[in-house]
């Protein structure tokens, strides 16, 4: 392609929205532009890098024998009614009627689609198992759709579905896909780490999420050097750490009611009080669904709402505002107990081994002190619903985890009947008899991936594609374009790339060469041969974007060389 020609234009600024790298990166370096809040438009030079993560799914998803096929976005409720997710997605789901005012929404996800596909087509023991999987777009009104294609109200997903006779065959086909999605983001060139999730609303008898390890991710993910472990902390179990150091030898202390008129924080409880954090349990108000409920973690600890969402089965759960607070508890935000409180508490299974500890009173400008379980409180749960942190004993050896965020690309999911059972999908076994099918399901996030690959692969000057999804291999500049040897070399080496196969773009653009180094850099062209001075003996400047120097070789050589480093970036 002849930059010239191509419908390209890099952008110098970037508006401040763009907080992380691969947001900025794709918008200056005209990847891609942005409609609406979550909408985006992928231009020529990003849809190639679109196009090829796609289909690097595509092969491999074909490869471990699953089926593609394509579904409408636009989708009759009825089936969403059936498995009863209508009503759970809530206000994530796009909604809306046609002229006869019948309910459609645009997909977030397919289960029940694809489940009604297969019941209508399959029905003996013969046909499973089978796996199948579309790419398609999907539509969720996220409730902050950021970063970019990373969290977007539009987005492609990969998403397969598995259906076998029993458990043993689900293991298998969970296991192909397993292996399917190690191989996606291995060619992808992503550092990624599985982790076990938690299978909340959803149902199902385990699930796991590929991670890409990245500061500015927004899931946790807690994991044991020593024995392997790693899980996403929604699913990381918090061993609760004992009163005491284990000795449980408080006994307990009268009830008593201070007065704490300026200390409505921990921190400020803590210094009037003079003791630590964990003398203290927080009771935090929240709205689950039309119902208010209080829950208490302990003083240093952060509670986890997708633990707490799971726990109670509702939809919608959000921190209750001051005017519910004051309502429910009668005093101030900041002086919240579970003493006298007549809505449902749910306690942190750590709380209830605590002992003689502080909370609010119910009433501004005062606190309990010496408080205990039982004694002076119910609780309506007593469960996990704390986040785990750093140095946290690993639920699975006791070692000390360790805490990072990653960026999640793709979910697989053991379903089980959850669906099949709720829209009949059965199949007759040997004997005739009925059964439902055994489902999976499996997501990866094509854009999302994308994004990813790029905030795993930058520096200061751009994108540094691997081979493998870059949108050109190569580009050829002529450092002088009307310079006619310069420009003849350059000619003869684009040609002879193309011929062998080789993407390559030709910067024939009449710039300065400054301009087009910073265009090449910022695009993230792997690999990048300069035609200048040296053209009329044949010598180029060649060099890998993922390198800091670069080698003058006879031109001849630089073909053979980027030959070769094509073919190692494109090794399935
Ligand atoms: P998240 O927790 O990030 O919202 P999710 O659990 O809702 O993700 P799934 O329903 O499992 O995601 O969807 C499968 C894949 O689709 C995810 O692993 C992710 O790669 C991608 N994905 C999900 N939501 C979005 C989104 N809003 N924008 C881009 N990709 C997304
Ligand atoms: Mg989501």
Known sequence: MRVSNMFFQTLREVPAEAEIASHQLMLRAGLMRKLASGIYSFLPLGYRVFRKVEQIVREEMDRAGAQELIMSALLPAEAYQASGRWEVFGSEMFRLKDRGGRDFCLGPTHEEIFTETVKSATRSYRSLPL????????????RRPRFGVMRSREFVMKDAYSFDRDEAGLDISYKKMYDAYCRIFDRLGLDYIIVDADTGAMGGSGSQEFMVKSAIGESRIAYCDACGYAANDEKAECIPEKCCDGKNCCEELELEKVATPNARTIEELMEFFGCSAKEFAKTLIYKADDKVVAAMVRGDRELNETKLQNLLGCIELEMADAETVEKVTGAAVGFAGPIGLDIDVVVDLEVEGMKNFVVGANETGFHYKNVNINRDFKAKYVKDIRTI?????????????????????????????????????????????????????????????????????????????????????????????????????????????????????????????????????????????????????????YKLRCEKDFAAIPYEEAIAKAKEEVAKGLKK
């Open 131 to 142: 796996t199948l999987y579309q790419i398609q777009t999907k539509y969720r009104d996220e």
């Open 389 to 541: 942190k750093e140095g946290d004993a690993c639920p699975k050896c006791g070692a000390g985890v360790k805490v990072e965020f990653g960026i999640e690309v793709g979910h697989i999911f053991k379903l089980g009947t959850k669906y099949s059972e709720a829209l009949n999908c059965v199949y007759l076994d040997e004997t005739g008899k009925e059964n439902p099918m055994i489902m999976g399901c499996y997501g990866i996030g094509v854009n999302r991936s994308m994004a990813a690959v790029i905030e795993q692969n930058n520096d200061e000057n751009g994108i540094i594609w691997p081979i493998s999804v870059a949108p050109y291999h190569a580009i050829v500049i002529p450092v002088n374009t009307t310079d006619s040897v310069q420009m003849e070399l350059a000619e003869k080496i684009y040609a002879q790339l193309e011929e062998l196969g080789i993407e390559v773009m030709l910067d024939d653009r009449d710039e300065r060469p400054g301009v087009k180094f910073k265009d090449a850099d910022l695009t993230g062209i792997p690999i990048r041969i300069t035609v200048g001075k040296k053209a009329g003996d044949g010598i180029v400047e």
